[in-house]
């Protein structure tokens, strides 16, 4: 017989003593979950050294597959069935877990379980799957431990002889998934595995965390988040989702020593940095590389927050959008910054702090500071709207918001000048209306959420209090009676009596929503030791609220002096621009902080009340000698509310029609402001 013939008939009788077991093993045992488990062992044992001996490459080629199962169904089949068994687990998950009489405990009752331990099956299948010999025998491994960590009340993880094996597991896989060519499944089983351990040590078992801390090189490695940035960093999708979720599971473990390692090791840092920057750098720079497309989704992701990824939301009311590179870029920033926000949000302080400052530096300062301080104003203009969009994806009062505010304004006590936040402030008056839209836009979108740092770093360092100036006593009924002839009488081009109310509706909801944004840092007391009635968040049920103005002082070229100087040039504003300047003049007036309303409702000359009131008489000069422009009016206000913008543009003196009626809306929009702050008997009829 030749040596090829040998081969073949040694191979054949291999698997025939294969074929016999397992068709003894479940056919004829099946009632007894000992014997099973021990005919299953065996024959795992025997077929592992047959494959070895014969060559077998593949433990497809055997059963094993079947083998483990059955040694799993087995153990479960044992709990399950088993009263006695389950009083035993109790008392055992109370011993002490690094007891050297643990193995014997969790087995008291358990004959499939003493066996199981007590012949170190587990130890000896991780061995096999480190080998991988047949190829095949790591994902056995692997998924035989999450089967029994998933399936099994008893408490293994506690087992100290155990520990060792789940180390070197996951030392494998972590060598095994850096192999391009890992399997998809192995990978998927691998994800199953780290949840599975997470839920445990999640469950009041956070002390068992220092068991999956090794030593590798001469430093500390985390297993778990070793594995599973491997994961992360899949090409298979399904992989990488689910490692995401592994990711925020093992950043909501509470430890110290993990804490540590992850923040010496700098790879969740670097992974997480490398996310924002890989898909920053695929963005448009300028706005003539960007699609129609493109423009249109950064348009629709920075007009208000969202709910859910943008990706899908947008997606859903353009899918055209996903057939746009330059649009899906644009998606997929915003997806991946909310991401790690979403990520850091979980993270401990230590962990958190750590992975912020390494953003700020590596992103914020070395690639976004340079974009917006370059001379080309291109390329300003989209850093500012890169920015606006961030801040709209960053969650309120997130990591990523924050350490957004902190770079571009800088702290707000610092008696150092910040750079970029004057630049910024400068910016909306700048020459170009594209670049000053922008920051406009920037602007709006911050002090509208209520962020803290912003508003004191923007508004409440730049004031100071007179405290010897009397001032003078203002109710609402003054204020609304100021604002309402802003606009002279027979210009004014809508008198119906509700005209205020969807402006007061407005008004209600975005004045809890402000409150409640800054409640946690903000009282009706002011910030400068103003007078502010009740205590904040409550309606106040008094008749009127005062307001003292003219005790309020403000610096030169801060925001609301830079504001005052665009706004006095109102009537020659395009529309977006008035739109942005209303907007951000109505967010910084409803701040339940009464020194600011004090300072923009008085007449100093960068105060809103102050702008208003020069306007109007400019406006009344301007149009006495024009009888016509009351009928102008009237039709310029049918044409706008019918979107027609070609009989709007062909009115004579168009943008002066413009911005008279967006001025009487304006005032509206304030005195609705006003009303609702002053909870005066109108507001009250209203609420009722």
């Known amino acids: 017989m030749s040596f090829f013939e040998k081969s ?15 068709t003894e093993l479940f056919q004829g045992s099946a009632q007894d979950p000992l014997v099973e488990l021990k005919d299953a062992w065996k024959c795992i044992r025997d077929t592992v050294v047959d494959a070895e001996q014969n060559g077998v ?23 399950q069935g ?7 687990r109790q008392r055992s998950a109370a011993v002490s877990r690094s007891s050297s009489e643990a193995v014997d405990q969790v087995a008291v009752g358990d004959p499939c379980m003493e066996y199981f331990l007590k012949r170190n099956v587990l130890q000896t299948t991780v061995k096999y799957g480190v080998k991988d010999r047949p190829s095949g025998l ?10 029994l960590l998933k399936e099994l009340k008893q408490p293994l993880l ?19 998934l850096s192999n391009p060519n890992c399997s998809q499944e192995l ?55 689910r490692a995401v979720r592994c990711l925020n599971a093992i950043v909501s473990l509470c430890s110290d020593a993990a804490d540590r390692v992850i923040v010496e090791t700098d790879l969740l840092s670097s992974t997480l940095l490398n996310d924002i920057l890989s898909t920053y750098v695929e963005l448009p720079p300028e706005m003539d590389d960007a699609s129609p497309l493109a423009l249109q989704a950064l348009s629709q992701l920075t007009q208000q927050p969202f709910t859910q990824s943008w990706l899908q939301e947008v997606s859903l009311h353009n899918p055209s959008l996903l057939e746009d590179p330059s649009a899906v870029s644009v998606l997929k920033f915003t997806q991946g910054f909310q991401h790690v926000d979403a990520l850091l949000a979980r993270c401990s302080p230590t962990v958190s702090d750590a992975i912020s400052k390494l953003i700020i530096e590596q992103f914020f300062q070395a690639i ?27 969650a309120p009062r997130g990591p990523l918001r924050k350490v957004l505010c902190q770079f571009a304004f800088g702290e707000p006590d610092s008696e150092e000048p910040h750079r970029l936040r004057s630049l910024i402030v400068s910016r909306c008056d700048d020459m170009s209306e594209d670049l000053a839209n922008s920051t406009l836009q920037f602007l709006v979108t911050v002090l509208r959420s209520g962020e803290e740092r912003a508003f004191r770093c923007l508004v409440a360092s730049t004031l100071t209090l007179d405290k010897t100036a009397d001032g003078v006593i203002m109710t609402a009924r003054d204020v609304l009676d100021q604002l309402a002839v802003v606009v002279p009488f027979h210009l004014q081009t809508e008198q119906r009596y509700d005209a205020l109310v969807p402006y007061l509706d407005s008004a209600i909801k975005q004045d809890r929503e402000l409150r409640n944004a800054c409640g946690h840092w903000q009282t009706t007391n002011g910030i400068l030791g103003g007078t502010g009635k009740g205590k904040f968040g409550d309606w106040d049920d008094s008749e009127a609220v005062t307001f003292r103005v003219g005790t309020v002082d403000v610096a030169q070229d801060s925001l609301l002096v830079v504001l005052a100087r665009r706004f006095k040039r109102f009537t020659k504003q395009s529309t977006y621009t008035k739109l942005l300047l209303t907007s951000l003049y109505a967010a910084l007036l409803q701040y339940p902080v009464s020194d600011l309303r004090n300072f923009l409702l008085s007449q100093h000359q960068a105060s809103i009340m102050s702008l208003l009131t020069v306007l109007g008489v400019d406006i009344a000069k301007s149009t006495a000698t024009s009888p016509e422009t009351e009928d102008q009016l009237q039709k310029a206000r049918k044409f706008m509310s019918m979107n027609d913008m070609d009989n709007l543009e062909s009115l004579p003196n168009s943008a002066r029609l413009q ?22 008997v109108v507001l009250s009829s209203h609420l009722s």
């Open 8 to 22: 073949i008939f040694k191979v054949g009788n291999a698997l025939r003593s294969a074929t016999t077991a397992a």
């Open 57 to 79: 490459t593949d433990v497809s080629e055997t059963a094993l597959p079947r083998f483990y199962d059955t040694l799993a169904t087995s153990l479960i089949r044992e709990e």
């Open 82 to 88: 088993d009263g006695e068994g389950e009083r035993e």
């Open 138 to 147: 790591l994902l056995q491994a692997t998924r035989l431990v999450v089967t």
């Open 158 to 176: 506690h087992l100290a002889p155990i520990h060792k094996s789940l180390q070197d597991l996951l030392t494998k896989l972590n060598e095994s």
């Open 187 to 241: 990978q998927m089983e691998a994800t199953k595995l780290i949840v599975a351990i997470c839920t445990i040590l999640k469950n009041s078992n956070e002390h068992l965390i220092p068991i999956f801390i090794v030593k590798r090189d001469g430093h500390d490695a985390y297993l778990l988040l070793d594995v599973t940035l491997q994961l992360y960093m899949s090409q298979v999708r399904d992989v990488s989702t």
């Open 368 to 394: 976004i500071a340079k974009k917006i301080s370059q001379s080309s104003e291109v390329v300003q203009d989209m850093a500012t709207r890169y920015l606006t969009l961030m801040f709209l994806t960053s």
């Open 659 to 680: 911005a008279i009626i967006f001025l009487e809306e304006f005032c509206k929009e304030l005195s609705a402001i006003v009303l609702v702050e002053a909870n005066s």
